[in-house]
């Protein structure tokens, strides 16, 4: 799977949805494990107390390993957290543990409390080619973090009722931070998850969505997929857990658009085999 452009530059791209359960962890690490695999070395930061990336990922995350939340309120180096991922060549996790809970309140009283994270970011001397951030569900201080670090916001939208309801509000704060912190954020992707082609509500809110948000919309969509679903109880993403599943191809078809995209190569149709 080697052979895609690499960027120029670091490509940050923050996951963000304050819905819960659209898929932005899943399609971090899925997103972030085929960019590995296709060549790129890749960097996850996970950035939800949960810790589900890093669970994902295989990524120790228990209360004393050193963790995102250093980076962000105790100032330590960013490379002081960084964890290789098993099995996966190229991919690395910044972990996040359960004290990042406390890290929404916490950072309240510190200096540059809206730019940590990017500053963080700054001073990380390893040569990357992609960042992915998984936002938590809700718009505080960290997604602030988040959306001051990238300068793409990747949204994951589940195919279901009201999929749309409630992004205004995520783009409204898109906009409030490229305004007054961050000049250079805008959405650059829109990812349709939990896609099943046999529904008609599926097929419409693809419609809706691709009316709404147009070329930022991912010609690849992610299908419901058990296997995706079942890959992180194992510590693994589905492109190692069952690399030709429907999902797995799916998110490996993804990532190679999100590639050709960001070197301006206009993405080929045809060879998407799960389009919606
Ligand atoms: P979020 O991070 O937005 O809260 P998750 O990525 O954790 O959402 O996904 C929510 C749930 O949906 C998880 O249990 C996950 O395994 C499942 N899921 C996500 N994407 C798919 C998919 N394409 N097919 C089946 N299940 C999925
Ligand atoms: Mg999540």
Do not use: W
Request: glycine fraction near 8%; hydrophobic fraction near 40%; charge should be negative.
């Amino acid at each position: 799977g080697e052979g895609l452009p690499r960027p120029e530059q670091t490509r940050v791209m923050v996951v963000a949805n304050q819905k819960g359960g659209v898929g932005k962890t899943t399609t971090t690490v899925n997103l972030a494990a085929s960019l590995a695999l296709h060549g790129a070395r890749v960097l996850v930061i996970d950035l939800d107390p949960q810790g589900n990336a890093s669970t994902a990922l295989g990524i120790d995350h228990h209360a004393d390993v050193p963790s995102i939340y250093d980076v962000l309120v105790e100032s330590k180096p960013l490379s002081e957290v960084v964890q290789p991922v098993p099995d996966v060549e190229g991919l690395f996790c910044a972990p996040a543990t359960i004290d990042l809970a406390g890290a929404e309140i916490e950072l309240v009283s510190l200096v540059a409390r809206e730019s940590r994270l990017q500053r963080a970011i700054q001073a990380y001397e390893q040569p990357l080619d992609y960042i992915l951030i998984d936002c938590p569900p809700s718009l505080g201080l960290l997604t602030v973090n988040a959306l001051v670090a990238g300068a793409e916001v990747l949204i994951p939208i589940q195919c279901e009722y009201y999929a749309l309801e409630g992004l205004g509000q995520l783009l409204r704060n898109v906009d409030l931070v490229r305004g007054h912190l961050n000049p250079n954020l805008h959405v650059s992707t829109i990812l349709l998850t939990m896609y099943d082609g046999r529904t008609r509500l599926a097929s419409q809110v693809a419609d809706e969505v691709r009316n709404h948000f147009g070329d930022e919309v991912l010609r690849t969509s992610i299908p419901r997929s058990v296997r995706i679903s079942e890959a992180p109880s194992y510590g693994q993403t589905v492109l190692t857990y069952d690399p030709g599943s429907s999902g797995a191809l799916s998110y490996f078809e993804a990532a190679r658009e999100i590639a050709l995209r960001g070197v301006g190569v206009r993405y080929d149709v045809q060879h998407a085999h799960a389009g919606a």
